[in-house]
């Protein structure tokens, strides 16, 4: 599966890439079977006007559940990707959790019951 990263306004060094990728990577590991792909965005809140804002936001497209698009800010980059990784993994998790429940029906239910 391929992690996309894009950058705006924030210097991306091989170093940072590498750094996200193999974050996400562990954090998505286990569940690559439900992953059609991910990209993160990287970017300076602040913009030109200085400051240290960085956001840090996660677009995964799953496969037959809903998509999972959230945004993390922090002062650094490394600590937005990290909160970024950590909040991934516990969303997949309870995701896959709930699509994999057996639905109960009424009928069922009743059906299982002594008369």
């Known amino acids: 599966m391929r992690i996309d990263l894009h950058c705006d306004g924030v210097e991306a060094p091989p170093v940072l890439r590498?750094?996200?990728?193999?974050?996400?990577?562990?954090?998505?590991g286990?569940?690559?079977d439900h992953i059609q792909w991910a990209r993160v965005k990287v970017a300076d809140v602040n913009g030109p006007r200085g400051?240290?804002?960085?956001?840090?936001?996660?677009?995964?497209r799953l496969r037959n559940l809903p998509d999972v698009v959230f945004a993390i800010t922090q002062l650094d980059v490394r600590a937005a990707v990290d909160q970024a990784a950590d909040r991934v993994a516990r969303v997949l998790a309870q995701r896959v959790r709930r699509s994999q429940r057996p639905v109960r029906t009424h009928a069922a239910s009743m059906q299982a019951l002594p008369a």
């Open 51 to 60: 400051g240290s804002d960085k956001r840090c936001v996660v677009q995964l």
């Open 30 to 32: 286990r569940f690559r």
């Open 18 to 28: 590498d750094y996200v990728s193999r974050r996400m990577s562990f954090a998505i």
